[in-house]
DNA sequence: CTGAAAGCGCTAACAT
DNA sequence: ATGTTAGCGCTTTCAG
């Protein structure tokens, strides 16, 4: 039994246990069998058996402009850690599967907007990256310090330079509302991010507006904004709504966090949804579901966008042929329980 | 503007601008000035600058025996992806953080059963390995094939050979049944998986033996077990104790999964918790904070099991000292609305 | 079919 | 204070 650090099998190793090369045994590794005399075949892979050779990444990549690396980049402060929605979190399960059943592998890593990026990207050579909940003004910032391969999640950020895979907000502020209004609603607010911060908000309320207008509803609809995605925001949207809004009936917010705020906002000043207030979220988060009262929102096909961002990039990667720029992907409305019916039976 | 390929700055590249050696350039970019002139180390700093010159992980990883680089690995299926719990989710992003500060970078890795680990532990040279979620016949297994630096979480797996971050299971299940018995309750059901499955579910079976032993509650007590934590397991818990089992007055499940899936069928049989079952939880997942009711549960701190985890195998790695082979995290009983007081006022 | 030489980018050890 | 040599583990030429 050895103890203390582990010795790694190495080619050479193996060559002379075999009696032969390192380059013919790197052959026989790496199955260019045409090069290498049968019998050759079988001692070396035996050897290398034996040994529990494994060959060395890092050495590869060294020499190959290919690390089989693709980093995964989410944003991060010093403080906090990464990860916020359940969201991105099936996402990067997702994506882990599908990079490790094509052989690459996958490097997490939380970014401050302090810190640079290109360092982690360039010194591990990475083939790839995905980034995933950058705003867009973070992405163009990057953006500039490297050119690897790069899909990103979730962003309107020009996308001359890398590939972009998101969702049809628009169309999703459009179906929210439309639901709404369908329900005989008619004062409907607006719950969302300043929109220069979250280009998807921005669409989201694009749709939104649409939806307003096919329906003939004029007027400055109620519009409230906050700088982060947040539960708490929600509430004190909600308490808002309630206090300073009581001719609204119906709120579409632009992420469920906000939704449930908004209702538990409602609701901790006696309020009921969906009787006082009629809410649609967007994202169809885990809370959407198990909200009281259930959640009305947009949901979306989170393997495929998963899928789509993986398959992107590997195509990138394998055949340098350029992919579209921005893939869009479709949305649903999902309805619960925290709309109420206006029209008369 | 070039386009292609991402050409990277090299030592040689620096040397040859400022007319020295790429041994100098190393140790300036290193920041060992005791062995360079002040105005090499400007000259050379500055045109590392202008190059924009990054280090290269893989080289320096051939060469040195550290790569910088920690796996967390996770049980995976080829078919599924990883990432079963919010709370596993919240560990990893909190190890994420504290790797980075320590400037070490995460590979992210699911594990399925059939094929080795080892290739990627050692092909990559990894300094060190997180283990989360694994059974412990599958920790101990997998143990054989590598030797690096390892902390394993929540495992009661033999830990001769690796360090043990874990909950005291068993008095999070005295805590939890301790509890019911408290509030009037004894006949009290166990849900969890088979204990050969999970250390984890033993322990607290333990604990949720003592509360009982200790309270003079003899009898065989209702056991119902499962192979895997799931919510729909849950429900049939749930709807067998109401069927099958109407003297029992509480459950303490090992699982918040499992105690939402069994009021939820308690529910659908008309039943009502607390009323007709209270109910006790373990782990405090963010459903147990939005069930209906919420759910009375066993937390614990993430935090700190995180900081726990990343703290030893760092410890580990930069002092080859040995490190307890055991660490133990207390846990806390939350009090939500999920347990009925059957005692009289 | 197999070998020899060179080099990927970097650093440790020993010169000078 | 700087340079030289050597080598980490591997692959890509180019020779035999």
């Known amino acids: 039994m050895e103890e203390g650090v582990q010795v790694m099998t190495t080619l050479k ?7 032969v090369t390192v380059m013919t045994v790197s052959n026989v590794i790496n199955g260019k069998y045409d090069k290498v005399s049968k019998s050759t075949v079988e001692t070396v892979t035996e050897i290398a058996r034996r040994l529990d050779y494994v060959p060395s990444a890092t050495a590869r990549s060294l020499v190959a402009k290919s690390s089989r690396l693709v980093g995964v980049l ?9 990860f916020l929605s359940t969201h991105n979190v099936a996402v990067i399960g997702v994506i882990e599967r599908l990079l490790r059943e094509k052989g690459y592998y996958l490097l997490l890593r939380g970014v401050s907007a302090a810190e640079g990026v290109s360092g982690t990207l360039r010194s591990w050579n990475l083939d790839g990256a995905i980034f995933i909940g950058f705003l867009d003004s973070e992405i163009q910032q990057m953006r500039a310090s490297f050119d690897t391969p790069l899909v990103v999640l979730e962003s309107y950020a020009a996308h001359g330079d890398f590939m972009n895979v998101r969702l049809d907000d628009r169309r999703g502020g459009y179906l929210a509302t439309h639901h709404l209004i369908q329900n005989g609603h008619r004062s409907i607010a607006f719950v969302g991010t300043h929109k220069s911060e979250r280009g998807v908000d921005r669409e989201r309320y694009e749709g939104y507006l649409e939806a307003l207008r096919e329906a003939g509803i004029t007027g400055d609809p109620v519009t409230l904004l906050s700088h982060a995605v ?26 469920d966090q906000f939704a449930v705020g908004i209702m538990d906002g409602i609701h901790s000043l006696g309020g009921t949804v969906p009787d006082d207030l009629s809410v649609v979220g967007f994202d169809n988060l885990e809370i959407a579901a198990t909200s009281r009262p259930p959640l009305t929102t947009i949901t979306q096909d989170l393997n495929r966008k998963a899928a789509t961002a993986v398959d992107l990039l590997l195509q990138r990667l394998q055949s340098k042929r350029d992919q579209p720029g921005e893939t869009i992907l479709d949305v649903e409305l999902v309805e619960r329980k925290s709309v109420r019916n206006l029209k008369p039976a």
Chains 1, 2 share one sequence.
């Open 230 to 255: 947040s539960y708490s925001n929600g509430v004190e949207a909600g308490t808002k709504l309630r206090r300073e809004h009581p001719e609204v009936t119906a709120v579409f917010a632009t992420a």
């Open 13 to 19: 190793d193996i060559a002379k246990e075999a009696g």
């Open 74 to 82: 989410l944003p991060a402060t010093k403080d906090e850690g990464i």
